[in-house]
């Protein structure tokens, strides 16, 4: 842990402008840490930082009242140098660019984590889903991928889903995409519907992917999830695949959940089958039965064995780390833990087992490789070998973290960026100045 001590965030003044926004000040801080750590020279430090290209575009869209509203949207490709960039698209209110930065740098560090043959990308829209209509969402997200057509491609840059975004809108992606080009390019986007070329297992690879890797974690722990407790914040893909593989595979208590319309918790467990009709009916958690409604900042220190942030980032902040109550903490969310928070979960290391983000939501984006791979070879796999060469990957990333956080005596996280920096690095390096 010598050389592990964090000097002030060094964003130069003028991407300080362009990226301002404190999800791109926490990547950078926490890039920085791992670059203190492996002691890379500045120069070389910001040619890994800076996203090498960003496009922010206004996309106007005719809205169902016949007005006409323009709404910001966002494309970062982190770096070029070991194969097309890769990311999903993100629509939610108060999108930035500077966020979308973030997103794309940690998109880089997994992506090499996991040895795929891609450099960040993310994407986004500023814009409230929640009160658009279907046919207002089918206008702005055709609209989006025609202001995107210049700057990506299956080649250059693959779109996919998260947060906001689905099937549907990647079938309006592709679609929009190959009525361009005059032919149909699946390869263009991951996450469509298996009728257009998508594979068995996307939908579910994020939450199946978060729950493979905290049996690998109770494992080394000894722990016994069966008849456990867990707790999960965002009940969206990733949060509700969790909370079915944790509850059915698993024998697990799910005790407390949440989302963007409230927290609701029930001691014995929650009828994940109940949960998931609601959902259904409902669109959301608002009105639950069977639990009890909790003030949703008490939701990420409800007592649990394993807790799982699923919805936005730097949720696990100061304010909370020395609070949080479990044994694994599981982010398949995006960025959910602060740098300071980071600090006081490393002194808890003998308490709490940290499956960082890099790692921990890392399915996503693998089985997304696997579709690229059937799309572009128009060769598909059944749903048995999709899963089967995911936890073949998840177990070969898990393994190589859990071994250099013991030799070097470091915490997952920072094993975790260190192998995925290294790695752009190394290709940085033999590469030249170009990517
Ligand atoms: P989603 O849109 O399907 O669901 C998001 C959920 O979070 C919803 O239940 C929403 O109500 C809830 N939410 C939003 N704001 C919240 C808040 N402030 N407090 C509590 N809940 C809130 O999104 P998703 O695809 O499940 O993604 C969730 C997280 O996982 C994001 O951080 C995303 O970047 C990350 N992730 C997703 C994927 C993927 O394949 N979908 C892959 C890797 C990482």
């Not at 993310?122 to 702005?140: A, V, W």
């Not at 709490?352 to 799309?375: K, M, T």
Request: glycine share 10%; net charge positive.
């Amino acid at each position: 842990m010598g050389r592990l001590q964090r000097g002030p965030c060094r964003i130069q003044p003028s991407m300080q402008h362009i990226y301002s926004d404190p999800t791109f000040e926490m990547a950078c801080d926490q890039f920085h840490l791992i670059a203190d750590y492996l002691q890379i020279p500045d120069n070389l430090r910001e040619r890994l930082m800076y996203p090498k290209r960003s496009v922010a575009v206004a996309v106007p869209v005719r809205m169902d009242d016949g007005s006409t509203k323009v709404f910001q949207g966002y494309r970062v490709q982190h770096h070029l140098s070991m194969g097309p960039t890769k990311g999903g698209t993100r629509f939610a209110p108060g999108v930035t660019l500077g966020e979308i930065a973030a997103l794309s740098m940690w998109m880089s560090w997994k992506c090499a984590l996991t040895g795929l043959p891609y450099g960040g990308a993310k994407g986004g829209i500023d814009c409230d889903p929640r009160k658009l209509s279907t046919g207002e969402m089918e206008r702005l997200s055709r609209r989006y991928m025609q202001e995107m057509i210049p700057f990506i491609g299956p080649h250059t840059d693959i779109m996919g889903p998260d947060m906001g975004t689905n099937e549907q809108i990647m079938s309006w992606f592709m679609d929009t995409y190959s009525a361009h080009q005059g032919h149909a390019v699946p390869g263009i986007v991951t996450g469509k519907p298996v009728s257009v070329g998508g594979t068995y297992g996307r939908r579910e690879s994020t939450g199946r992917g978060t729950v493979y890797l905290i049996e690998r974690a109770a494992h080394q722990l000894k722990l016994k999830l069966s008849g456990g407790t867990a707790v999960i914040q965002g009940y969206g893909n990733v949060g509700a695949v969790a909370a079915r593989g944790l509850a059915y595979k698993n024998g697990m208590k799910v005790i407390a959940i949440s989302d963007i319309s409230g927290a609701y918790r029930n001691d014995d467990g929650l009828d994940i089958k109940e949960v998931d009709k609601h959902v259904e009916k409902y669109g959301a958690l608002a009105g639950l039965s069977g639990a009890d409604s909790i003030p949703v900042d008490q939701l990420l220190t409800t007592p649990c064995d394993v807790l799982i942030p699923a919805a936005v980032s730097g949720v696990i902040n100061r304010g909370n780390a020395a609070k949080i109550q479990c044994r694994i903490l599981a982010e398949a969310a995006n960025g959910p833990t602060t740098v300071d928070a980071d600090k006081v979960l490393f002194q808890r290391w003998n308490e709490i087992f940290v499956l960082p983000d890099i790692l921990c939501n890392a399915g996503g984006v693998v089985v997304s490789y696997f579709e690229w791979v059937q799309s572009l070879q128009s060769f598909f796999w059944n749903e048995t070998e999709v899963v089967d060469r995911l936890f073949r990957v998840l177990e070969q990333s898990f393994g190589a973290v859990i071994k250099r956080a013991k030799e070097e005596r470091i915490p997952h996280r920072l094993a975790a960026l260190a192998i995925g920096v290294e790695k752009v690095m190394q290709a940085k390096k033999v590469r030249g100045l170009f990517p």
